[in-house]
């Protein structure tokens, strides 16, 4: 099969001319920009300082994050106490009547064979 040249149907565009890029000059404000130093500019440098901010930032957060979970541990806690003050005061009331009933009773046994 041979390859002729076809022309496209009308409603396909076509490039009939070709455009050649030109470099256009650099805008004014471009040469107010300060040029960093080439030690601050070097990825080893960046990273470097990169780690030291992530290490200063991470010691910053544990001692507010221990802060703040003392704190909440700390309410979490008190309100656990005082929801079980009241089941605490009745086990405790039954356990010392139940003590001071034995006590009494095993005092009365005592004291009616001994002739009290």
Same mark, same amino acid.
């Given at each position: ?10 409603? /396909? ?8 890029? +030109?470099?256009?000059? $650099? #805008? ?5 920009? #300060?040029?960093? !130093?080439?030690?601050?500019?070097? !990825? ?11 290490? *200063? /930032? ?6 507010? /994050?221990?802060? *703040? ?6 309410? +979490? +806690? ?10 605490? @005061?009745?086990?405790?009331?039954? /356990?010392? @009547?139940?003590? +001071? ?7 009365? $046994? ?7």
């Amino acid at each position: 099969m041979s390859r002729a040249a076809r022309t496209p149907p009308r409603y /396909v565009p076509t490039l009939t001319e070709i455009v050649t890029p +030109v470099a256009e000059p $650099a #805008p004014d404000w471009v040469a107010d920009v #300060p040029v960093l !130093p080439d030690e601050v500019t070097e !990825p080893e440098s960046f990273s470097s300082m990169q780690e030291q901010i992530v290490h *200063r /930032v991470m010691q910053r957060v544990n001692v507010l /994050v221990e802060q *703040r979970l003392l704190e909440a541990i700390t309410t +979490v +806690v008190q309100q656990h106490t005082r929801s079980l003050e009241p089941l605490l @005061r009745e086990e405790i009331e039954s /356990v010392v @009547r139940q003590s +001071v009933s034995e006590a009494v009773a095993e005092e009365l $046994a005592i004291g009616s064979s001994a002739g009290i």
